[in-house]
């Protein structure tokens, strides 16, 4: 069941129960932090303690699945829409009821402060309330109101942290509006700048329109950018997104790295002529050509050992007749790994195929790069705060990667990270289906609430 409202504790006796335990390294926090004493300070639940209120977690975010709710359950709250602005609302109400200073950058993303007691770098962490178009509930949501109950919680328990704290919403993380992934985060780690402002969407706006939308002025839109070590770790809590932790049983996962993704669109351009006159070996057949070419995707893909994926999510056709051979194919192409260096091999691989079918099919193809995201390791000091956190809660882990691009990889080019996930039901998400448990979700909150409280008290001394 939900764990209750955190007991009230002195404060005092709170953070120095935690910090007895995080003055070691990594290793000695990892064996301390299941001690009796870290675990004060808050109501029990089963096996273990909680700080956070997971009743009210939920209260969050069921309401926030308001925001978008499709007739067959499930959300489509695109980045840059009327619908995910009204949802911004809702999160700027609940930040500011946390007593969190609020902000908005010029790229629209949402940040809450909450002061700490010496002059030192943040504790970030937070992730996004935009979802693709039939998307889950749980997708991004969980993190960016998990970071909210942790905010809540430590006031409930009058906790006072050195450093300062801030919850961020990151925009437009899913990319459905524009074609971009992370573009928030990838704007304030410097990655994307005044270049993506004359995007245009399906209704002709671009994204610099959008952002006047949000109150924002495009002009400054690199003003967003962090500034070099202002931010100590940023830390996000996630749904695995994938099957691993459920098919386990076990309930926390800590993410190693998280994949590289590269992007293209390419066109088979052949000549469209009469079905019924035109025999069969004089055609310039488009479609023929990129159907033999999503098959050369798949095969080079599978010929690769590990993790690797590639995807190709749709052909579009012209004219799209049912007499007329078709002159025109548009796929996008998309490649994941941990390592650059197998998505570069696999694509030259691709390309080799394209080539030699080209020339039996008469035709050519061409492909023009889209999205190019660089693979990122987690950082061993943000991992073992995870790892600590969630021993203290007896909770087993899982090392995984993180198959999905996440806010969390631009952030590894600027500050250490890690990410915390927990169960997928089914393995599932980017669907209605999409689910995880409200204990899971619990759990999850409370690793990152106890982490974010080991990072403070290990980073950062003098």
């Not at 067959?72 to 911004?88: K, N, Q």
């Not at 007593?99 to 993303?109: I, K, T």
């Not at 209605?432 to 409370?446: I, L």
Request: aromatic letters at 6%; proline letters at 6%; charged letters at 20%.
């Amino acid at each position: 069941m939900f764990a209750s409202h955190p007991a009230n504790r002195p404060a005092k006796k709170i953070v120095r129960n935690v910090r007895r335990i995080t003055s070691c390294l990594v290793p000695a926090i990892v064996c301390l932090a299941c001690s009796p004493s870290f675990l004060s300070g808050a109501q029990e639940t089963g096996l273990a303690k909680f700080h956070i209120d997971a009743q009210r977690l939920q209260g969050t975010l069921e309401k926030l699945s308001e925001f978008g709710r499709n007739p067959e359950g499930g959300v489509t709250r695109l980045g840059f829409s009327e619908t995910e602005l009204a949802a911004r609302e809702y999160v700027i109400g609940l930040m500011k009821q946390a007593g969190l200073q609020v902000r908005v950058d010029p790229a629209g993303n949402i940040f809450g402060l909450r002061p700490g007691s010496e002059k030192l770098p943040i504790l970030l962490f937070g992730s996004h309330i935009d979802s693709v178009l039939h998307g889950g509930n749980f997708d991004g949501a969980l993190g960016s109101m998990g970071a909210i109950e942790v905010i809540r919680a430590l006031n409930d328990l009058n906790v006072k942290t050195r450093h300062p704290l801030e919850v961020v919403i990151w925009t437009n993380e899913e990319g459905n509006h524009f074609g971009l992934t992370t573009l928030g985060s990838g704007v304030a780690a410097g990655q994307l700048g005044p270049e993506i402002l004359d995007r245009k969407d399906d209704q002709g706006l671009t994204l610099a329109d959008w952002l006047r939308r949000y109150g924002q002025d495009p002009a400054h839109l690199t003003d967003a950018r962090i500034p070099p070590g202002a931010v100590a770790a940023f830390l996000e809590l996630h749904i695995e997104q994938g099957p691993n932790l459920e098919e386990s049983n076990i309930p926390i996962g800590v993410v190693q790295g998280i994949v590289g993704l590269k992007r293209w669109m390419c066109v088979a351009t052949g000549f469209a002529n009469h079905a019924g006159t035109t025999p069969m070996n004089r055609r310039k057949d488009a479609l023929a050509a990129a159907a033999r070419d999503v098959l050369a995707v798949r095969d080079v893909v599978r010929a690769e050992s590990g993790r690797q994926v590639g995807t190709v999510g749709y052909v579009k056709v012209e004219p799209g007749a049912v007499n007329i051979i078709p002159g025109r194919a548009e796929f996008p192409v998309e490649l994941r790994d941990l390592d650059a260096a197998v998505i570069d091999r696999m694509w030259q691989q691709i390309q080799e195929r394209f080539h030699a079918i080209d020339k039996e099919e008469n035709v050519e193809t061409s492909c023009t790069p889209l999205d190019d995201a660089e693979p990122a390791s987690a950082d061993p000091a943000v991992k073992g705060a995870i790892y600590a956190a969630a021993k203290s809660l007896n909770l087993s882990t899982m090392d995984l990667p993180s198959g999905a691009v996440q806010d969390a990889q631009k952030m590894a080019k600027i500050a250490p990270m890690s990410m915390i996930f927990v169960p997928s039901r089914g393995g599932i998400s980017h669907s209605p289906q999409e689910f995880t448990s409200w204990p899971d979700a619990a759990n999850g909150v409370e690793v990152l609430y106890r982490a974010v409280l080991l990072l403070d008290d290990q980073l950062n001394h003098r």
